[in-house]
């Protein structure tokens, strides 16, 4: 466990220039949902909670001590807005609104506002349904603008977007992926301007780009779609392997040490190579089937929240299944964890941790905040952890949960 732990450690100095303690894109830093160096507080109360402007289902990043998150507003959420908060007391530092230049249809469960924003430590790189990009400093200024449906038009998914960009060295990885011009985008973080571009699978995907580091130490992205996963070099686009037997488009795989642990007929457990060829499948396990919720990594187990609102234990080195707890859902956002902790917030904004070292797991601490929600608010965003506290947000409201 503690050998786990360090390499993780490792591949989060590599990977970002922020601190240990921050939270800098969906599911935190290495995309596993797991902060290493954090606790979760097992009986958490709210610390302070902020009104937003607009909707949204992304999740709030953290750097140092400030909140960033994204919401979008009007009678076709054209409004997009980045909002920054101070970690502290929820006081709002600065807001930046732009005009959607692109589609703005959506389901009615979703919204514009559904992909997570992402950062380097430096700037805060921004992505709505409607497929505009931005990029701002820590204090809200404005870098770069894309409008990307300007250069690629034909983009359509009636569904609306939810994809999460990544970022790896200077190139953002931006996934576009849809039923009509489908395509995964690498950009240059400091200009905003493309390094390069791959089409893509053309089918409605919701699942997000996750970073593996391989054997030899190189960082890549590891892409995913209704046809599998496919691993490319982040500067230049290039293809280094593909794994083509087919993944989910809406929980996102988790990278560990040894192994990736794709969404794939349950969890497949994949060893990549570096010569090109395709993994190697150590495993599958069917039974640990997760609906909308991307699995946690934590040292040797994983956990899986399924369709049905039960959290499922498996090990990491053969799949083998452990306890299932039901929880009470339904759960549209991911589990994340901490420590020997996960926790896990229902639509209807109930917030449950689970001791994952308990013999059959067992739900430790609860937190109900359905009175604090506005009329037809759910809450369908992935949780955020950071400075031992929880950030989590509905369509209008942000939260931060302590001790």
Known sequence: MRTTLLSLFTFHLILFTSSASDWPQFRGINSSGYAADETIPSEPKEVWSASLPGRGLSSPIIIGDKVFLTASSGPRQETLHVICFKTSDGSKLWERQLKATGRTMSHSKTSVAAPTPCSDGKRVFAIWS????????????????????????????????????IRIGEALIVPVENDSESYTIGIDASTGRNLWKLERPKAANWSSPIAWQDGSGKLIAVLQSKDGLLAVDPNSGSRLWEYKDGAATMASSVAGKEAIYAV??????????????????????????????????????????????????????DGERGWKLRMTGPFSGSAVAAGHQIVAVSEKGLVQIVDVTAPEGAITGKLDLKDQLGPNENILCTPSISGNALYLRGDGHLWKLGQ
């Open 130 to 165: 409607c497929n505009d990009l931005a990029a701002f400093d820590l204090e809200g200024n404005l870098v770069w603008l894309r409008g990307l449906t300007a250069d690629y038009p034909n983009v359509s998914n009636s569904l609306g977007m939810a994809s999460s960009p």
């Open 264 to 317: 794939s007929h349950g969890i497949t457990a994949l060893a990549p190579t570096t010569s090109g060829e395709a993994p190697k499948q150590l495993w599958r396990a069917e039974q640990v089937n997760p609906g909308t919720a991307s699995p946690v990594l934590i040292g040797e187990n994983l956990y899986a929240l399924n369709s049905a609102g039960v959290l499922v234990k498996a090990a990491s080195k």
